[in-house]
């Protein structure tokens, strides 16, 4: 029966089952990406979504709440520094799930979760980066003597391109012989 049965206990402990999904939420807030699986990664998204929605306010009572989940003071300032200005506009389903497959040792399910804004393949709303090109006036070069010996070396090319043709040509000569 599953009377009162409100989230995935995971077949854990209560103290377990939180080091596990703290552990977790430090390492999705780290590395912005991880694989687990399926059952794991929707603890997780449970677990983590309010506390993502926490940091999008930087104030003291927000850090200490958030330090009593993640337990780590490396994630919280990767949180706090990093992901929230990210999130900020966001006004939920700040992470994904991806199901990638089976796993070849047990058959599990597994998926990789990861943070929405930190994918550059899935957000579309992405500000596309300008390149800069460099003309190839800028590139060229400045000194007389350099100047000398890029104007000698198409001259060496063609005479190099001369010879080879010249030689592919005997060869062809020979092989009719």
């Given at each position: 029966m599953r009377h009162g049965k409100k989230f995935n206990h995971l077949s854990r402990t209560a103290s377990h089952r939180s080091a596990l999904l703290s552990n977790m939420a430090c390492s999705?807030?780290?590395?912005k990406r991880i694989n687990t699986t399926v059952?794991?990664?929707?603890?997780?998204r449970v677990y983590v979504e309010p506390i993502l929605t926490k940091a999008k306010e930087d104030t003291t009572h927000n850090r200490r709440?958030?330090?009593?989940?993640?337990?780590?003071?490396?994630a919280v300032t990767e949180l706090f520094r990093t992901v929230a200005p990210k999130i900020a506009e966001r006004n939920g389903g700040y992470t994904r799930i991806i199901k990638t497959g089976f796993r070849p040792g047990d058959a599990a399910d597994t998926a990789m979760i990861e943070l929405v804004d930190f994918n550059e393949l899935y957000n579309p709303n992405a500000e596309e980066k300008k390149t800069t090109r460099r003309s190839r006036r800028a590139a060229a070069p400045k000194t007389e003597a350099v100047a000398a010996e890029v104007k000698e070396a198409p001259a060496k090319?063609?005479?190099?391109?001369?010879?080879t043709?010249?030689?592919?040509?005997?060869s062809s000569d020979n092989k009719t012989d």
């Open positions: 999705l807030i780290e590395h059952a794991k990664a929707k603890a997780l709440t958030v330090f009593s989940y993640l337990q780590s003071k490396e090319e063609e005479a190099k391109s001369e010879e043709t010249g030689e592919a040509a005997e």
